[in-house]
């Protein structure tokens, strides 16, 4: 932040907001676990995949485009995914704060994050990942695939290659925020409410 915009609007902005990044292999419980938390710290939650959803449902150029990638598992490019989610914070001026899920996933994707929301003089409060292990997930995707609709989660191959693009491009941002000292930890496995209590914890522990 430079020392010009150091007023008190701003220290209020840089000091008492609360931005969340919820991190985290596909099934881990980030978009569950965000409904939750929105509405207990007042945040709004931005889910990346539920923008495109959206996208893809109201048949958009940028539904089509992020369509063909989301259908084999592999990740959208990243200046059109940026674009989306800087697009969708300036939406929401008055916000307390926000809830970013399944955004960043690329070391691309949090630079720019960090600069946009310097500019904004907000930053990062925390990165808290929720951590399963790949079977487990696999169980509560292909569950889910049943009846969402969500091509990504009916097939298994296309699961393993959500954890790919997740190992290859997203797992390098937990060394990005440890650097930060930014980068929590939680268990994510247990039932829902439990996991809503951990994150509680350490969110009000922050
Ligand atoms: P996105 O929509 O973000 O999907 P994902 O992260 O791959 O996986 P999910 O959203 O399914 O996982 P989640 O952690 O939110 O778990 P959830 O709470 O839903 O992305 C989809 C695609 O969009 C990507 O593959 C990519 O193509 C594109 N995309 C999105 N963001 C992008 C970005 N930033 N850059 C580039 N491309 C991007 O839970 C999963 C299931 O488990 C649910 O059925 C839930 O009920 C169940 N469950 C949750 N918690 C528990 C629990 N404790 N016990 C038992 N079941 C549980
Ligand atoms: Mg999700």
């Known amino acids: 932040m430079e020392k010009s915009h150091l007023n008190w609007v701003s220290l209020v902005k840089y000091f008492f907001m609360i931005n969340l990044v919820l ?13 939750f938390l929105k ?12 923008l495109f959803r959206n996208h893809i449902s109201n048949q958009t150029d940028l539904g089509k485009l992020a369509k063909s990638y989301m259908d084999q598992g592999d990740l959208v490019p990243d200046q059109v995914t940026i674009d989306m989610l800087e ?9 307390k704060g926000f809830i970013f899920d399944g955004f960043p996933r690329t070391e691309a994707q949090a630079e720019a994050l960090d600069l946009f929301l310097a500019k904004k003089e907000m930053n990062i409060s925390a ?5 399963a292990d790949d079977e487990i997930l696999i169980e509560r995707l292909l569950e889910r695939g049943k009846s969402s609709g969500r091509t990504d989660d009916q097939d298994e191959d296309k699961i393993r290659n959500r ?30 409410e439990e996991i809503t209590t951990r994150l509680t914890h350490l969110i009000n522990s922050l």
């Open 23 to 35: 991190f985290g292999k596909p099934g881990a419980g980030k978009g569950t676990q965000a409904s």
């Open 87 to 95: 697009n969708e914070v300036d939406q929401n001026p008055q916000a």
């Open 163 to 192: 954890f790919e693009e997740y190992n290859t491009k997203t797992a390098p941002l937990r060394a990005y925020y440890t650097n930060q000292n930014k980068f929590h930890s939680v268990n994510g496995i247990g039932t829902i």
């Open 127 to 131: 990165t808290i990942a929720l951590e």
């Open 39 to 50: 509405a207990q710290f007042n945040l709004i939650h931005i889910s990346t995949g539920d």
